[in-house]
Each structure stands twice: as C-alpha cells, then as structure tokens.
C-alpha cells in the first residue's frame, strides 16, 4: 500500500514557478513508478509528466517547462514547473504505479495550481 500526499500549489502570476511535492509512504517506493496528472475545470484529466526507472515523459503541452524528479531517500517526487501560463491552471495530482504495471493504482488528494494572467 502507497499513500500520497501533494504539496506546493498555490497562486502564482503568469511567468512564474511552482515546486510541487508528492511524498509518499512505503518502504518500496523507489520501485513504484510516478506521474502527475491535472484536471483543468471543464476538461479530461491529463497525465503532464511520469518517471520510471527507464525514462521521464512529458506532456507536448509542458515539455521544456515542467520538471519531473524523485528523491528516493525522501520518498518524495517533485513537479518543478516554470514560466507558467493561465492554461496550467488545474488541481494537480500525483500517481503511482509499480514499474512494470499500466495502471495508476495509487492517488494523492490533489493539490490546486491557479495561475493568474
């Protein structure tokens, strides 16, 4: 069992950063895959960035802006995200998986990123 809690959002002006942290619980953590996922008013959730043991991906839409990394031996995952837009504004999640799984299994409660123009 994985337990998630995110951090770090906030209210911040267009062109600005935001740190989120997702730290989790559980001895096997580090071999648990991550991803943040947001879910913008009115629109489908979407997965921005995901880390593996293999890789990092980003969504097109926050590719060169958003940063995904892990701390295993703080059991911690951030979302550095910069030069922010109105368009990032969501309720931000985070999510784990065991790495070879498909599917999210594990999720945080959310935390609210407001980006003003």
């Known amino acids: 069992q994985v337990q998630l809690v995110e951090s770090g959002g906030g209210l911040v002006q267009a062109g600005g950063s935001l740190r989120l942290s997702c730290a989790a619980s559980?001895?096997?953590?580090?071999?648990?895959?991550v991803g943040w996922f947001r879910r913008a008013p009115g629109k489908q959730r979407e997965l921005v960035a995901a880390?593996?043991?293999?890789?990092?991906t980003y969504a097109d839409s926050v590719k060169g802006r958003f940063i995904i990394s892990r701390d295993n031996a703080k059991n911690t995952v951030y979302l550095q995200m910069n030069s922010l837009k109105p368009e990032d504004t969501a309720v931000y999640y985070c999510?784990?998986?065991?790495?070879?799984?498909?599917?999210?299994?594990?999720w945080g409660q959310g935390t609210q990123v407001i980006v003003s123009s």
């Open positions: 559980g001895r096997t953590f580090s071999t648990y895959a």
């Open positions: 999510a784990a998986r065991p790495d070879l799984a498909v599917v999210y299994d594990y």
């Open positions: 880390i593996s043991s293999a890789r990092t």
